[in-house]
């Protein structure tokens, strides 16, 4: 398995395994909006034998009274079904956030789930002071600091771009 950027001649197949992989084509759409809209954004592949088998897409989010945070939204993260429970995903995450790192970013948060992403160093958001624009439940909303302290005297409720708001 490779994992790699997203290129143009990848887009329907990220659109289809997006699709594949959540109960609506919410998602799917959502990366087309903010591969167009957003800067900058991590979109990443998982190609097996020529077919692209998951995708992840991380945007930048803002923080509430700290425009200065430079932080990154985890989501959204799609493996076609068949090739589920293989480490795709974590794959997926880990080389993801990596490229948080190189570009700068010092948090990266996920609304995802709580069994899930505590694996990869996130907790939830709640005792750092930081909350969600949407209503969601605490133990979902997670954060990790990809610099250690990023986040001291940082508190305010978590922005995402407008598309977010059709999911």
């Given amino acids: 398995m490779i994992i790699r950027n997203e290129g143009p001649k990848d887009y329907k197949a990220v659109h289809a395994v997006n699709a594949a992989a959540f109960e609506t084509p919410a998602e799917a759409n959502l990366v087309e909006v903010i591969r167009h809209d957003a800067r900058p954004i991590i979109s990443l592949v998982a190609e097996k034998k020529g077919e692209i088998v998951g995708h992840i897409l991380f945007s930048p989010v803002s923080l509430s009274g700290h425009a200065d945070l430079k932080i990154m939204g985890l989501g959204p993260m799609a493996v076609a079904p068949a090739h589920q429970g293989l480490g ?3 794959a997926l ?3 993801g ?3 948080c790192k190189e570009l700068g970013a010092g948090t990266v948060i996920v609304l995802g789930h709580p ?3 505590p694996r990869f160093g996130f907790s939830p958001s709640a005792p750092f002071g930081i909350r969600c624009e949407y209503e969601v439940l605490e133990e979902a909303f997670m954060v990790l600091e990809l610099q ?3 986040l001291k005297n940082a508190s305010g409720t978590i922005q995402y771009h407008a598309a ?3 999911v």
């Fill in 88 to 90: 795709i995903g974590s």
């Fill in 93 to 95: 995450v880990r080389a």
């Fill in 97 to 99: 956030l990596e490229m």
């Fill in 115 to 117: 069994g899930y992403y």
């Fill in 148 to 150: 250690p302290g990023y």
């Fill in 164 to 166: 977010f708001n059709d």
